[in-house]
C-alpha cells in the first residue's frame, strides 16, 4: 500500500507513533485500568560458592492479581558459562536477554572464546541506560570465566552492582535476609544449594507474587547444572477429574479413503562439499 | 504526560509541524492519532522519541571529540570523510539499501540491537509513493 504522506523510510526500532494515542485511550477505560503488562513478580538469588557460582528462582509470573504461568523459567541462557536471572517485566527480561546472548555468541564466534561476564555487564548497562528505565528488566548476572567466579547485578536504569550474594524481585527482603544469615565465603556446593533453596522458600512463603517451583541453576568450571524444579511446591492442585473422552465416544457416520498415488518425477542427487 | 519535562527536551530543535497529516489521502486520522492538537505535533509523545533520534548522532559526535583529543584532528576528519563516502552508496529512496559499508566502518555489523529486530524496514507493510519520496530526497517537493 503507497502512501503519499511518507516522506522517508521509518527508522528502524522502536516506534513512538501510537504514543499519542495510548495517552488518550488510558483516560477513557473505566477507573484507568488499561491492560497490565505480565510482571515477574519475583524472588531471584545467587551466591557465589567455592568452585561457582549458584542460580536460584521462583517459577511464578503473575499479571496484576492473576498467575499467569505456573512454570515460568526466569533463568535465561546467555552463554555456556553464563546465565541470568530476570525479575521485572517478564517480555523486558526475555527480550534483552536475548539480544545479550546473541551478541555474545556473535563475540565468541569471531574470537574463539568463551565471554566474560563483565563483558555482558557491560553489555546490558550500555543497553539499559540507553533506554532509561523504560525497559523495566532486573537482572542478576552470574558466570565463571578466565578470571574467576562472578556474580553481578544489573538494574533498569543501568546500576551495576558486584556482590558475593544477592536477592533480587518482590521477595527479595525475605530472600537476602536468609542469606545474610547463612553465607560465607567459600562455601561447599550442597550447602550452597541449600541456601539459595532456603532463600528462594522464605520468598515464595512472605511474598504473593513469588511461588510454585524452585529453579536452581549451578555454574563452575566444568559445565552447568540446570536442575528445573529443584523442589516442587507442597501445594500442588492434583486434578481428580479425567477430562479426556475414551476412543468410541463420537460415533462414526462414514469413512472414505482415498490413497494419494506419488510417482517419481525427476530425482537429483547433490554432492556436499565436505573438503 | 509531563509536557513541561518533555518541552525542556526541544531547547535547541524546531520541528517542522505537520507537513502532511498522519492519514491516508493527507486527512487527519482520527482513529490512529487522535484529534488534531499542536500541541501533540509539536512536543514528543514520549520521554525516549527525541534521544532515541538523535542517539546515534549524539553518540557519533562524543567519539568524534574523544578520538580528536586523543590522536588530533586529522583523526576524526578521515573517519567522517569515509562515512560521507559509504553513506551516498544507496538505492533510491522508496527501496531498502543495506549499508553494508557504512555498517562495517561503525562496527554495527557485528551487533544485535533492537533496530535490527523491530520495525524492519524490509519488511515493513506500507511503501511510500516512489515520486513523492525522490522530490522529497532531491529537495523539490
Redesign the interface.
Known sequence: MALSTVLETPEAGFNFDNTARNAALEGLFDGGQTPKPLKTGTTIAGVVFKDGVVLGADTRATSSDVVADKMCAKIHYISPNIYCCGAGTAADTEKTTDILSSNLSIFSLNSGRNPRVVMAVNILQDMLYRYHGQIGANLILGGVDCTGNHLYTVGPYGSVNKVPYLAMGSGDLAALGILEDGFKHDLELEKAKELVRDAIHAGIMSDLGSGNNIDICVITKKGVDYIRPYKESEYKDARKMNYKYRPGTTAILTEKVVPLKLEVVQETVQKMDTA | ?NSRGLRSQLKDSVPVAG????????VQDSL???FTSIK?ELL??????L???N?RLNQDKMNFSTLRNIQGLHAPLKLQMEYRAARQIQRL??L?SSNLALDTLRGSD????????????TQ???????H??VE?KLGL?
Do not use: W
Not at chain 2, 44 to 49: A, C, D, I, N, R
Not at chain 2, 110 to 120: A, K, N, Q, V
Open positions: 504526560m507537513l502532511c497529516p498522519q492519514g491516508a489521502y493527507g490512529r492519532s487522535g501533540n514528543p509523545s514520549h520521554p525516549l522519541e534521544s532515541e533520534k542517539f529512496p522508496f531498502p557485528e551487533s544485535i540491537g533492537f533496530e535490527d529486530i523491530l520495525c524492519d524496514p515493513s507493510e506500507v511503501i511510500g509513493e516512489p513523492t519520496m522529497y517537493l
